[in-house]
């Protein structure tokens, strides 16, 4: 039982003063304080006067685990495409940032490999609590990752162009899609023959199938419009990543209806295509009416520091509640996943932050983490 906080259920209005009764690792009640039930069990509730309660918060692009002191296992360079790969495999658990992750709220990631490779592999949604990555799991494969721009070319036997980055693509898209009408065709009809399997082939199937989003790492504007034509050639489920430029195209973005999850916020213009990089992406962007979400990209900006990017887009002119929303409901819903996380409604997963102060206050602290109910160790 949480207590006397200011509640943001990212789903309807702030509650200012009220209680959340938790059961078997669900929210079972939200509401006033004077809507609490008499003889309500209070015993261990935490008493959150003062502060803020918020819905779990979720990174819903980087690469936590996967880097870092322990090891580089970012991106596959064996071949050029890589669709069959699992970050399942390749997540580290007991990287020290998992757990800094955890102790400043995020209770749930979307880890996905790099961006070398034109279709990188598979990346999955897991929570951020636990010491076998399996345990974690929300959803694997939880997006397919696609690379555009600088970052898959110029390695040798890689796309020497954009042109060829997206031939190399839309020619794997090409043989999926065959490789998935056969496949259904013969489940079908037993007298069909199945497809000869092909683990490049078969990881795509249900991408072209439109069961797993495609995510889209990519920055300036025309590659923005590139990944938009592809996803719409081969009707796919889809998402923008990073979209550095999309505040350029914002109206553009708007009337396709295309997700975008922008970030990282706090780095620098490392590179030519963030020349145009602006902190107010995000607010423009959720202005022009495009659902919007903010990641770290982490290890670029550290994933620890998903609330201060959030609190940063709100400085420069995106709404509280916009910013707040950015890293809750909107990113579980650009996951899939809004049906069990991303707000304080009953039902969800009791995946839960205690501050001591406003949450978008840079010296508010974090004081409680739940994830499916069970307060994490501190």
Not at 223 to 243: C, P, Q
Not at 289 to 307: F, K, S
Request: charged content about 25%; some cysteine.
């Amino acid at each position: 039982m949480i207590l006397n906080g200011v509640i943001h259920t990212m789903e309807g209005k702030t509650i200012d003063s009220g209680y959340i009764r938790v059961e078997n690792g669900k929210i079972q009640q939200v509401g006033r304080m004077d809507q609490l039930p008499d003889g309500a069990e209070l015993e261990n509730a935490v008493d959150a006067r003062g502060g803020h309660v918020l819905p779990g918060l979720m990174d819903i692009h980087c690469h936590l685990g996967l880097c870092g002191c322990d090891g580089e296992d970012l991106n596959e360079t064996s071949q050029v495409c890589t669709p069959n790969i699992r970050v399942l495999d390749g997540v580290n658990p007991m990287d020290p940032y998992v757990k800094e992750a955890r102790e400043a709220g995020v209770t749930c990631v979307m880890v996905h490999p790099g961006s070398t490779n034109p279709i990188a592999g598979q990346a999955v949604l897991m929570k951020t609590a636990g010491r076998i990555v399996d345990e974690m799991v929300v959803q694997a494969p939880a997006a397919m990752k696609f690379s555009l721009g600088e970052n898959p070319k110029g390695r040798d036997g890689w796309p020497a162009t954009r042109m060829g980055t997206a031939a190399v693509i839309r020619e794997l898209l090409a043989r999926a899609s065959e490789y998935q009408l056969k496949w259904a065709t013969a489940q079908a009809d037993p007298q069909e023959e199945m497809p000869g399997f092909d683990p490049c082939l078969d990881a795509l199937r249900p991408v072209v199938a439109g069961e797993v989003p495609a995510h889209f790492h990519v920055h300036r504007a025309d590659d923005i419009a590139t990944a938009v034509r592809i996803a719409k050639e081969f009707g796919l489920d889809y998402a923008i990543v990073h979209g550095t430029e999309g505040y350029l195209i914002a109206d553009y973005l708007a009337r396709e209806e295309v997700p975008v999850i922008t970030g990282p916020i706090l780095t620098d213009r490392s590179k030519g295509e963030l020349r145009q990089m602006t902190l107010e992406n995000a607010a423009l962007l959720t202005r022009a009416g495009v659902r919007v979400a903010i990641c770290t990209d982490h290890p670029e900006t550290t994933a620890p520091q998903l609330l201060l990017c959030a609190a940063m887009a709100a400085r420069h002119g995106m709404e509280e509640e916009d910013a707040l929303a950015a890293i809750t409901i909107n990113a579980a819903c650009i996951a899939g996943v809004d049906h069990r996380m991303g707000s304080i409604t009953q039902g969800k997963d009791a995946d839960l932050v205690v501050l001591d102060g406003p949450p978008l206050d840079w010296r508010s602290q974090v004081t409680h983490v739940f994830i499916d109910g069970r307060e994490v160790e501190r």
